[in-house]
DNA sequence: AGATCTACTTAGTACACCCTAG
DNA sequence: CTAGGGTGTACTAAGTAGATCT
C-alpha cells in the first residue's frame, strides 16, 4: 500500500532490546448463568426509520403522556437491566402510516444504491458477504450459545513482556467485568495514586478479583453508572505502563529517476522521497484533481527549492519511479512463503513491545503503536488540503502519557527525545503528536478496542442508549409539539431533533474552510432539503467523508410548513437552522435526558431497529436461515446509518458472468426437458452439441436433474440480487458501532446460532464485556 | 456566547490473506 | 493447484462533544 512506502520495504530500523519484565498478573474466569427467556415485543418504540421502506410519516400520536419533561428535571426511568414488559415505554410510536408505498417508497435513507456516483474517491471495494454463509453454514458445528459466554476471556496468567508470550496475546486475558469492578474498587484513591509497580500488585490483584466477582454476579448488567466506573472523577487509572510507539524506518533512497521534459534529473533523497509518494499514487484518482496536484507541487517545490531546474509539475513524468514500485511490489508477492513468515516473525519480533500496555495491572492490546509515516495527505472528498505533504513525525513531536512510577520509554530514535511525559490518568491516551496537516489538530494513541477501558466506554454509550428507549415518547410528544412555537429558535430545535431521530442525521457541528465541505443536521444548507408538497421532503448533502445522502420523505405537515418557513428569504447556500448549532441543540436535549445527545439517537434507532427486527423476523429454522434473517437486519441498519462503501471495480464483471452462468444452466435445463420428453417416449437423448452421444438416463434421474439444476439457479439468482442489493452497502460500520452486541449475543442463544458466525475474531475480543448476557435481554 | 482545545468515537479504504470453485 | 473473490484488519480521516478560554 502506498502509505507504507517505506516501511513495508525494509526492516524497520530500530531495534531496541526489551526490558526484562517484571510485570505479572492473574485474572481470572467469568462465568455467567443463562436463563431462560421470553420475549414479548414492544411495538413501541421503534424508530421511525425503522418501517423500512414505508413512508415515513410520523404522525405522532401523543397519546398518553411521556415521561419527557420539558423542565429540566426530567423523571428518569431508570434502566433496567432486565426488561419487562411493563416497563417499557408507553406506546409511543411514531405513526407510519401511509405506508402504502406507492409512489412514495421512500426508504429511511437515500437508499444506498442510488449513490455510486456520489462517492468522490473510492475506487474499489468488494461486494458484500451476506449470503455466503448460508450455504455452508452447518448446523451442527454449532457450538451451544451459552458457551460462548467464556469465548475468548478466559483466564490468563499474563506474564508481560518477555517471552513474546503466548501466540495469544490477542485475547486480553481478564474479563471485563472483573476488570470493571477491579477498577472502581481501587480507584477510591484518586489521582494521588501512588501506583506500585505492577509486580508488587499482583497479590492485592487477587482479592480485587475475588471481590469483584461478587458482586459481578449482583449486576449482571451493571447498570450505567453515572459515575465513570473507574471514578475519582474523570480518572480512567491508577497505573499505566507502555513502551511508547514505534517509528516507521528512515527513508531508503532507491536512485530511481524521473523524467522531466523527458530528461532524467538528480534528486536528493529528500525530493525523491517525495517524488516517490506522488508517483506510487499514479494510478489513484487523486491524479485527476487539479487540488492534490496543486497541493503536493506547492509542499514538493519548497523542498526542491525554486531554483531548480523542475519549474513545472506537467512537464514531470513519474513513471519510472512507478513502475520501480511496482516491481518492488510483484518481487515482495513472489517472495515464497518461508520467506514471508520470516519476514514477518522478524518485524513482530520487534513491535512486540510496543503492542500492549499494562493498565491497572492488567495487560491491554495497544491500538496504533506505530506513529504514521509521512505521506501525501488523503483527504476525502474535495477536501482543501489533499495532495498536502504529511511530514515525517520526529519524537520530539511526541507526548507521552504514562503512569508515574512506570519507566519512561526509551526514544527509540538515538540523539532525539520525546517532546513531554504526563502523567495524566484522567484521559486513555498513551501518546500524541500534532497532525501535520492541521496543526491544531492530534493524533492519539489509544488502546485496541478490546481492552477493558473501551469495552467499559462502549457499554455506557449502549446504556445510554437504552435510557432514551424510556423517554422517547416524551421527547417525541414534546418536539411534535414545538413544530409550531412561535419561538423560532425552539422550532428549529425541535424540526431538527425530528430529523435526527427520524432519519438517523449526524449532529452536524460547524466545520472550517480548510476542510471538506460537508453538512450534518444543524449544518444542512437552504440547498440541501428541497420541499415537494404537499408535505415530501427532498434530502440531497454530502454528509461524513463526503458520503452523499439522497432521500425523500414524506414528514407530518407541521414539519413541512417549518421547514418551508426557514428556508423563505434565504439562498441556497445559506443555513436551514440558522439560530441552531450543535451545542444549543445538545443543551436542549440535555434537559429532556441526562446525558443525552444528537449521537445517542443513532445509536437508539440502530439497536432498536436490530431487536425489533431479529425478534420480529426470526424464525427458529436453520443456522444458515437465521443467519440470513440477521444479515437482512443489519443491512437495513446500515441503509438507516447511510453506511455506504464503493462498488468494487470488478463487481459488474462478476454480475455479468454471473449472468452467463445461469443463462447456461438454463440452456441445460432445456436441453434436460427434451430429453426427458425423449425418454419418456422411450427415445434416447438427442446428442451433446458437439455432436457426442449422452447418457441415456431414465426420466426420474432426468426429473432429478432438471430439480437441482433449477435449484442452482435459483441459488444463483438470490445470490445475485443480494450482491447487488449489498454493492454499495457497509454492514461492517452499524455492527462495529452502532449495534448493542448484547442483542446478538442474546438472539443467538436463543436461537441457537454460534456467534461466530455474527461476530468475527476481533468483534468477539471488542465485545467480550457482552457476552455472559442473559439469553432473555432485550434492547 | 462564541471560539478554541482536547479527547474520543465513527468511518471508508487499501491490502494481505485465505478459502473455494473450477 | 490456481485464480478470483470474500474477509479481516490496519490505517487514518472525519466526525461528535465536553471543557476551557476569551
Redesign the pocket.
Known amino acids: ?4 512506502l517505506d ?2 520495504d525494509k526492516p524497520l530500523v530500530f531495534r531496541r532490546s526489551s526490558k526484562p519484565d517484571k510485570w505479572k498478573c492473574s485474572p481470572q474466569p467469568p462465568k455467567h448463568s443463562p436463563k431462560p427467556r421470553n420475549d414479548s415485543d414492544s411495538e413501541d418504540d421503534k424508530p421511525l426509520s425503522s418501517k423500512i421502506s414505508s413512508v415515513l410519516k410520523g404522525n405522532i400520536n401523543h397519546a398518553k403522556n411521556g415521561p419527557c419533561k420539558s423542565a429540566s428535571t426530567p423523571p428518569k426511568p431508570q434502566v433496567k437491566d432486565e426488561y419487562s414488559d411493563d416497563e417499557k415505554p408507553l406506546s409511543s410510536k411514531f405513526i407510519s402510516k401511509s405506508n402504502v408505498g406507492s409512489l412514495n417508497k421512500v426508504q429511511p435513507n437515500g437508499s444506498a444504491s442510488k449513490n455510486n456516483q456520489s ?1 468522490n ?10 449470503e ?2 448460508s ?2 453454514v452447518s448446523v451442527k458445528k454449532s457450538k451451544p450459545l451459552d458457551s460462548l459466554t467464556s469465548v475468548n476471556r478466559k483466564p490468563v496468567t499474563l506474564k508481560a513482556e518477555t517471552k513474546s508470550d503466548d501466540d495469544d496475546d490477542d485475547d486480553d486475558d481478564v474479563p471485563i467485568s472483573q476488570r470493571t469492578k477491579k477498577q472502581a474498587s481501587s480507584s477510591s484513591k484518586p489521582s494521588s495514586s501512588k501506583q506500585k509497580v505492577v509486580k508488587k500488585n499482583s497479590s492485592s490483584l487477587n482479592q480485587t478479583n475475588k471481590k469483584s466477582k461478587k458482586v459481578v454476579k449482583k449486576s449482571k448488567y451493571s447498570k450505567p453508572s453515572k459515575v465513570p466506573p473507574g471514578s475519582g472523577e474523570g480518572q ?1 487509572w491508577n497505573t499505566l505502563v507502555h513502551n511508547g510507539v514505534i517509528f516507521p524506518p528512515a527513508y531508503k533512497p532507491h536512485g530511481v529517476k524521473m523524467l522531466y521534459k523527458g530528461k532524467p534529473v538528480d534528486l536528493t533523497p529528500e525530493q525523491e522521497e517525495v517524488a516517490t509518494m506522488f508517483s506510487v499514487m499514479l494510478d ?1 484518482d487523486y491524479m485527476t484533481k487539479p487540488k492534490f496536484k496543486e497541493n503536493f507541487w506547492g509542499d514538493w517545490r519548497k523542498i526542491l527549492g525554486k531554483n531548480n531546474p523542475i519549474q513545472n509539475l506537467d512537464d514531470c513524468d513519474f513513471k519510472p519511479i512507478y513502475e520501480w514500485h511496482q516491481n518492488e ?1 510483484e518481487k ?2 513472489q517472495m515464497s512463503t518461508e520467506e ?1 513468515k520470516a519476514l ?1 516473525e522478524e518485524k513482530m519480533k520487534v513491535e512486540e513491545k510496543y503492542t500492549w500496555a499494562i493498565v491497572d495491572s492488567v495487560k491491554e492490546k495497544v ?2 503503536f ?1 506513529v ?2 509521512p ?1 501525501l ?5 474535495e ?1 482543501p488540503k489533499m495532495g498536502k505533504l ?1 511530514k515525517r513525525i520526529l519524537p520530539s513531536d511526541i507526548t507521552i502519557n504514562i503512569g508515574k512510577d512506570a519507566p519512561i520509554p526509551e526514544c527509540p530514535i538515538p540523539g532525539e527525545s520525546w517532546k513531554e511525559i504526563r502523567h ?1 490518568n ?4 498513551l501518546a ?1 503528536w500534532n ?1 501535520p ?1 492541521n496543526t ?5 494513541v ?1 488502546l485496541a478496542a478490546s481492552s477493558s477501558l ?1 469495552g467499559q ?2 457499554k455506557e ?1 449502549y446504556e445510554k442508549a437504552r435510557m432514551l428507549k424510556g423517554y422517547i415518547q416524551g421527547i417525541r410528544n414534546a418536539y411534535t409539539k414545538d413544530f409550531g412555537n412561535k419561538d423560532v429558535m425552539k422550532r428549529q430545535v425541535a424540526v431538527a431533533t425530528y430529523l435526527i431521530d427520524k432519519l438517523a442525521l ?6 472550517d474552510d480548510d ?2 465541505d ?1 453538512v ?2 444543524c449544518t444542512l444548507k437552504v440547498e440541501n432539503v428541497e420541499p415537494s408538497p404537499p408535505n415530501i421532503l427532498k434530502f440531497d448533502f454530502l ?5 452523499r445522502y439522497q432521500n425523500e420523505v414524506e414528514v407530518e405537515l407541521p414539519v413541512f410548513k417549518a421547514i418551508q418557513q426557514f428556508r423563505t428569504g434565504k439562498n441556497g447556500g445559506d443555513d436551514l437552522f440558522d439560530m441552531l ?6 443543551a436542549h436535549l ?1 434537559e429532556l435526558m441526562p ?1 443525552l ?4 439517537f ?2 437508539y434507532n440502530a439497536s432498536i431497529t436490530l431487536d425489533d427486527m431479529l425478534s420480529r423476523e426470526t424464525k427458529d429454522r436453520e443456522v444458515a436461515e437465521n443467519v440470513v434473517v440477521y444479515q437482512h437486519a443489519n443491512k437495513e441498519v446500515a441503509i438507516i ?6 462498488v ?1 471495480k ?1 463487481h459488474s ?2 454480475m455479468t ?1 454471473l449472468n452467463e ?1 445461469i443463462d447456461e444452466l438454463r440452456g441445460v435445463i432445456k436441453e434436460l426437458e427434451t430429453d426427458l420428453a425423449r425418454a419418456k417416449k422411450g427415445k434416447p437423448p438427442l446428442k451433446n452439441s458437439d455432436g457426442k452421444p449422452k447418457r441415456n438416463l431414465n426420466p426420474e434421474a432426468l426429473e432429478k436433474k432438471i430439480a437441482q439444476t433449477k435449484a442452482k439457479i435459483e441459488k444463483m439468482e438470490r445470490d445475485k440480487e443480494t ?1 447487488e442489493d449489498l454493492k454499495t452497502v ?1 454492514l ?3 455492527k ?3 449495534l448493542d452486541p448484547r442483542i446478538t449475543v442474546a438472539w443467538c442463544k436463543r436461537h441457537e446460532v454460534p456467534i461466530e458466525k455474527i461476530f ?4 468477539l475480543a471488542k465485545f467480550a464485556w457482552s457476552m455472559d448476557v442473559d439469553p432473555s435481554f432485550r434492547f
Open positions: 500500500m502506498n502509505y507504507s516501511e513495508d462517492r474517491i473510492g475506487v474499489n471495494k468488494r461486494p458484500l458477504d451476506e455466503r454463509s450455504g455452508k480512567k489513484t511490489k515482495k508477492k514471508k514477518k491500538g496504533n506505530r504514521e509515516p505521506g495527505f488523503r483527504g476525502r472528498g477536501h504529511k495524566d484522567t484521559v486513555t491516551w500524541y497532525d496537516i491544531k489538530e492530534f493524533k492519539y489509544f473501551k466506554s462502549d454509550k449526524r449532529a452536524g457541528n460547524e466545520k476542510e471538506a460537508t450534518g443536521c454528509g461524513k467523508d463526503s458520503i448549532d450543535t451545542s444549543k441543540l445538545n440535555k446525558g445527545t444528537a449521537k445517542v443513532r445509536t446509518c447511510n453506511h455506504q462503501r464503493s468494487s470488478s464483471a462478476q458472468r452462468k450482491k457497509a461492517g460500520t452499524s462495529i458501532n452502532y468475527n475474531k476481533s468483534l
